[in-house]
């Protein structure tokens, strides 16, 4: 009997419910004195659309000599992105708490997650509620190595993965820049993938993006966005920069994001800025200037569906003939 009611009743009486929810809401709108409510509540509804939508600071950020200044200046603008901007995920540059140079790795170098520098991206994310990349920083590991290496940290302060550099940054470009991190660091060898909301992100450091095996092995793997902290130079900035961003979206049909130190022209390292996001059309979104800058982007992860609905390059790969695997 309760059957038969329900369903001779039941699509007349839907209007009528969602009437009474909408209704509830408009109540709670009108009579909530706190603003921050209205205003959170309204982002929610803006931002939720079946978690589709993850809105992502990055923060391209001076660096110096000072260490504990280098990290108050990270956490001052991670709170102040917060206030204003309500992301749900924020990203740090490449080695944004020390200088960059092969001298200055082991000098500068802590355990994760005991370290000053976990410890205060643990805290700041749980406070937040937010996810933090925290960019890279030089990491004292086992048997006394020195990796370059990034954190995530989950809005519950929780370290969730652990990146380090897998391909290191060996270069000798005549006439230009030479430099050798093997000299100093020894090189990952893990993959790193996050699920944010349902939504993987891989996660690379400034010369993994130039390995394009890399990116294919996270996209199988069903990532929908690569991140990478990064410290291009003044010489392959602007000669790499924007093309090997463009290149990995589009060969890989996903987002990229670069999150770079501000440019120093007094360093010794001198950082190209720019950081930049790229959608799965492998258009640029967003991007900075050279400065200190912050950037925002709303990252809707149903472009990624619809390009590789339209271009269907991944199930038109000849996989009698060729594949990209990992084999670790």
């Known amino acids: ?26 109540y709670l709108l009108k009579t909530s004195k ?51 901007h309500r992301p749900h995920l924020i990203t740090l540059p490449e080695c944004f708490n020390s200088p960059y140079g092969t001298k200055y790795f082991r000098e500068y170098a802590e355990c994760i997650p005991t370290g000053t520098t976990s410890q205060q991206l643990s805290e700041l994310a749980k406070k937040c509620n937010v996810y933090i990349i925290g960019g890279s920083i030089p990491e004292l590991g086992e048997n006394d190595n020195i990796y370059n290496t990034c954190t995530v940290w989950s809005p519950q302060g929780q370290l969730i993965a652990k990146h380090r550099k897998m391909h290191l940054f060996d270069i000798d470009v005549k006439g230009g820049m030479r430099f050798k991190e093997s000299d100093t660091l020894t090189a990952g060898n893990d993959f790193t993938i996050i699920e944010i909301d349902g939504h993987k992100i891989g996660i690379g450091i400034c010369y993994d993006i130039r390995f394009e095996e890399m990116a294919r092995i996270y996209r199988n793997a069903g990532c929908e966005m690569l991140i990478y ?24 049909q996903l987002f990229v994001a670069t999150i770079s130190p501000a440019r120093d022209e007094t360093a010794e390292y001198v950082a190209y800025g ?7 059309w492998a258009k640029i979104m967003k991007s900075a200037k050279e400065g200190e800058e912050t950037i925002i982007a709303d990252i809707d992860f149903s472009m990624v569906a619809q390009v590789r609905q339209q271009i ?16 670790c």
């Open 312 to 327: 269907p390059i991944s199930c038109q790969r000849r996989r009698d003939l060729y594949e990209t695997s990992k084999k």
């Open 274 to 280: 720019h950081s930049m996001v790229v959608d799965p």
């Open 1 to 26: 009997i309760f059957v038969c009611f329900a369903l001779q009743y039941l699509p007349q009486l839907l209007p009528f419910y969602f009437l009474l929810l909408l209704s509830s809401v408009i």
């Open 34 to 84: 706190s603003k921050k409510y209205k205003k959170n509540f309204l982002i929610y509804c803006k931002m939720s659309k079946a978690c589709n939508i993850m809105r992502l600071a990055l923060l391209q950020l001076k660096g110096s000599k000072d260490k504990l200044a280098n990290l108050q200046n990270a956490c001052n603008k991670i709170q102040e992105v917060v206030q204003e």
């Open 229 to 252: 902290p990064a410290a291009f130079n003044m010489t392959t900035g602007p000669l790499h920069w924007e093309l090997l961003q463009r290149s990995r979206a589009n060969d890989n």
